[in-house]
Antibody, heavy 125, light 110 residues
Framework: QLQLQESGPGLVKPSETLSLTCIVSGGSISSTNHYWGWIRQPPGKGLEWIGSIPYSGGTYYNSSLKWRVTISLDTSRNQFSLSLGSVTAADTAVYYC?????????????????WGQGTLVTVSS | QSVLTQPPSVSAAPGQRVTISCSGSSSNIGDNSISWYQQLPGTAPKLLIYDTNRRPSGIPDRFSGSRSGTSATLGITGLQTGDEADYYCGTWDSSLSAGVFGGGTKLTVL
């Protein structure tokens, strides 16, 4: 049974870079059928998709975060990572990693079928 | 402001049926499949419906999904107190080339 687990610091200072890693166990990240995504949820608010990366091909990013975010894949360690720069208090949220099924052609099937437990990242000095 | 619009809250009595709506546009719900997620308090979201109307293994048939034009609906029958949760719709927006979610709906089982 494939499982995902987020890891990283729970506290980041304003203007610095938030870095998180999602460790995938019980299966390979080198799946050509899936993307690997990040979603966040500010306290008391809804879900916001950050971006998704495939095993091969182009990465998709939320345009509102595009200039600050990078998602990368490390197949040798079976994990993928999120980097969000120039953070402010508005970036305080629970960050989830998830397996993302995304079809290439319309009508595009699109769903997140496996999720990590989430990790709270607070931006504060 | 979410791309997809959901009612903030719905409520119904145990055993009753409830529906949760999700309104979008021709570039998202009208063009791609919809998924629904259940988020119990303090936990990660869980896939409830995928590909608009399909249920993952282990999800009871009390949960159903449908679409009409640019709106989608999640239906829950035989409500149980354990169904109290936040529910989110999601899809892909072809114009934005982005994943999008609704703002979420809090279900209260009275």
């Amino acid at each position: 049974q494939l499982q995902l687990q987020e890891s990283g610091p729970g506290l980041v200072k304003p203007s610095e870079t938030l870095s998180l890693t999602c460790i995938v166990s019980g299966g390979s990240i080198s799946s050509t059928n899936h993307y690997w995504g990040w979603i966040r949820q500010p306290p008391g608010k809804g879900l916001e998709w950050i971006g998704s990366i495939p095993y091969s091909g182009g990465t998709y990013y939320n345009s509102s975060l595009k200039w600050r975010v990078t998602i990368s894949l490390d197949t040798s360690r079976n994990q993928f990572s999120l980097s969000l720069g120039s953070v402010t208090a508005a970036d305080t949220a629970v960050y989830y990693c998830a397996r993302h099924y995304l079809e290439q052609l319309a009508p595009r099937g699109n769903w997140f079928d496996l999720w990590g437990q989430g990790t709270l990242v607070t931006v504060s000095s | 402001q979410s791309v997809l619009t959901q009612p903030p809250s719905v409520s119904a009595a145990p055993g009753q049926r409830v529906t949760i709506s999700c309104s979008g546009s021709s570039s998202n719900i009208g063009d791609n499949s919809i998924s629904w997620y259940q988020q119990l308090p303090g936990t990660a979201p869980k896939l409830l419906i995928y590909d608009t109307n399909r249920r993952p293994s282990g999800i009871p048939d009390r949960f159903s999904g449908s679409r009409s034009g640019t709106s989608a609906t999640l239906g829950i029958t035989g409500l149980q107190t354990g169904d109290e949760a936040d529910y989110y719709c999601g899809t892909w927006d072809s114009s934005l080339s982005a994943g999008v979610f609704g703002g979420g709906t809090k279900l209260t089982v009275l």
